[in-house]
């Protein structure tokens, strides 16, 4: 009896040394279910976990997060069975997301972005890129006029959208893409004035394309419109030096040739300081207004003598042919954009340098001189039998409502106000209250 219970405890000592002898006490690691492999200690799988997490937030450039289910379970195994965890599994198992901000107008979403901070900051970016303060122009609020909504959402990191394609998104906007056949004359710029577009937006929307690079006619190029899907409105307050005309005084002198004019005295104009009250729609002024005036330098009259029997009004229309006789041109100049088309344009369109002179196209009275909205800074001039012809976009005014202008007098400088893409001078000539095409009067 005593020598069996030896034999069965001595069995039991064997079996259990075997038995210690080839097997490891380990911990097995599970994600979401799915056994990857066993560890020594729990902390070498989180470990991995947490470089998993590494990897991506490099790989994304922001950090990222895991919902994944790892799961850990304490046995012994053979050690001939032990399945090593490895960190390529681990990565590969792990699924990375990122608590995401999306912007949304209406039911429409624009874009992901990883965080409520770039969301903010791409808002921010976009609006000023719309107001830009300078030395001499304060802005008092900038805000983004139409509601949006920020939407907080679980993104993967590939549905996330870089800071500067959202901001593309934004700047786009619901513009159209056409296309655009080149003709023949055609350079990049007269394209982006005919279109209202700048250069730099034909760039942007073709692939290759620079500022130097030679089109040929027939060649296609996409023409994508900007048509922001928010309104930046800004207000503020800014200062411009301004010119201030003199006064044209004529005297009748019988000591003048008949029919001509001498200046007795030069004019000298001018200059004032004006601030004014601005609002303006991404980036465009649509509201001025003169809050104070301060003058720097009065103007000197220009005294002329004119001889007797001056020739009379050298503009004439006559109502049943639309004839205009005696109309010459404001600015000579390369012409960007024609009478018509498919915009309606009102006039013609002279490519001119800003602070370019450019002058009466006939002898007349100054109706108007100052801002109105789109034409920017622009000057009427009625020439009698219903005849008046239009200068916009200018960047100073030299004559002033109901000063007398003769043909060829410089009554203004070239500019870029209002709706306006570059410097140019719009030029139109309105015959009994229509537009009509000015190359058929010069
Ligand atoms: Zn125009």
């Not at 006939?362 to 109706?367: A, D, E, F, L």
């Given at each position: 009896m005593p020598l069996i219970v030896t034999a069965v405890a001595f069995f039991i000592l064997c079996y259990t040394a075997v038995y210690y002898g080839t097997t490891e006490q380990t911990v097995r690691v599970s994600i979401n279910g799915q056994v990857m492999g066993v560890v020594a200690e729990q902390t070498e799988a989180e470990a991995m976990v947490r470089v998993a997490l590494r990897h991506y937030s490099a790989e994304y450039g922001f950090p990222v997060l895991s919902k994944d289910e790892v799961s850990y379970e304490s046995l012994r195994i053979r050690i001939e069975d032990r399945t090593p965890l490895t960190q390529e599994n681990v990565t590969a198992a792990i699924t990375p997301y990122v608590n995401g901000y999306a912007l949304a107008i209406g039911e429409q979403v624009l874009f992901k972005v990883a965080s409520e901070e770039i969301l903010d900051d791409v808002l921010q970016t976009y609006v000023d890129h719309y107001v830009q303060p300078g030395a001499s122009k304060v802005v008092e609020s900038a805000e983004i006029q139409d509601s949006f909504a920020k939407l907080a959402m679980e993104l993967h990191p590939q549905e996330v959208a870089p800071k500067d394609e959202a901001l593309n998104r934004l700047l786009l906007g619901g513009g159209e893409v056409s296309r655009h056949t080149v003709q023949a004359g055609e350079s990049l710029w007269i394209i982006a004035r005919k279109n209202d577009m700048t250069v730099e937006d034909i760039l942007k929307s073709n692939?290759?394309?620079?500022?130097?690079s030679m089109i040929h006619p027939g060649q296609e190029l996409y023409l994508n419109e900007e048509r922001p899907f928010l309104t930046v409105v800004a207000t503020g307050v800014s200062v411009q030096e301004e010119v201030i005309p003199y006064t044209v005084v004529t005297k009748e002198d019988?000591?003048?040739?008949?029919?001509s004019s001498v200046i007795r005295q030069a004019g000298v104009t001018g200059v004032k300081n004006v601030t004014y009250s601005f609002v303006e729609k991404n980036g465009r002024t649509v509201e001025k207004e003169v809050i104070e005036e301060n003058i720097v330098s009065e103007p000197v009259d220009q005294i002329v003598a004119r001889g007797p029997a001056a020739i009379a009004v050298s503009v004439a229309a006559s109502?049943?042919?639309?004839n205009v006789t005696g109309i010459g041109w404001p600015l000579s100049g390369n012409i960007t954009s024609y009478f018509g088309g498919g915009r309606r344009h009102t006039g013609i369109d002279i490519d001119g340098v800003t602070g370019q002179p450019f002058y009466a196209a006939?002898?007349?009275?100054?109706?108007s001189a100052g801002w109105m909205g789109s034409y920017g800074y622009c000057i009427l001039v009625d020439h009698g039998d219903g005849v008046t012809t239009r200068y916009a976009?200018?960047?100073?005014?030299?004559v002033k409502a109901g000063d007398k202008v003769t043909k060829g007098q410089n009554i203004g400088l070239v500019g870029s106000t209002g709706?306006?893409?570059?410097?140019?001078l719009h030029f139109e000539i309105i015959i009994n209250g229509n537009a009509v095409n000015p190359l058929n009067y010069l």
């Open positions: 692939d290759g394309l620079t500022e130097d019988n000591t003048v040739t008949p029919g109502r049943g042919s639309g006939g002898t007349g009275t100054v109706s976009h200018a960047s100073q005014l030299l709706r306006s893409t570059g410097s140019h």
